[in-house]
């Protein structure tokens, strides 16, 4: 199993990114993904997930700016971030549970800085 984000980057307050997952190894389109971020000195925190039948979740500190989806033909899942403001900067990372095991990308670095 296998996953790498990428998109991060600094942006200004307002900004936007999308934020990617590409996922190998098992079998994507049946799988959760799941979105989580990460302050230094703070635990991990879920931001959005989704299913297989695209039913999606966000945290409230999100909801209406995040968007998160899927294409299961790419294998990819994507975070679109709107609207971006200071509290945003974390490390975002994807993760999936397979057979009650969590696999993790290696994160991506979003800056909100003005």
């Known amino acids: 199993v296998q996953l790498v984000e990428s998109g991060g980057g600094l942006v200004q307050p307002g900004g936007s990114l999308r934020l990617s997952c590409a996922a190998s190894?098992?079998?994507?389109?049946?799988?959760?993904i799941s979105w989580y971020r990460q302050v230094l000195g703070k635990p991990r925190e879920l931001v959005a997930g989704?299913?297989?039948?695209?039913?999606?979740y966000y945290d409230y500190s999100v909801k209406g700016r995040f968007t998160v989806s899927r294409d299961n033909a790419k294998n990819t899942s994507y975070l679109q971030m709107n609207s971006l403001k200071f509290e945003d900067t974390a490390v975002y990372y994807c993760?999936?549970?397979?057979?009650?095991?969590?696999?993790w990308g290696q994160g991506t670095q979003v800056t909100v800085s003005s």
């Open positions: 190894g098992f079998t994507f389109a049946s799988t959760y």
């Open positions: 989704i299913s297989d039948v695209n039913r999606i």
């Open positions: 993760k999936v549970t397979i057979r009650d095991v969590d696999y």
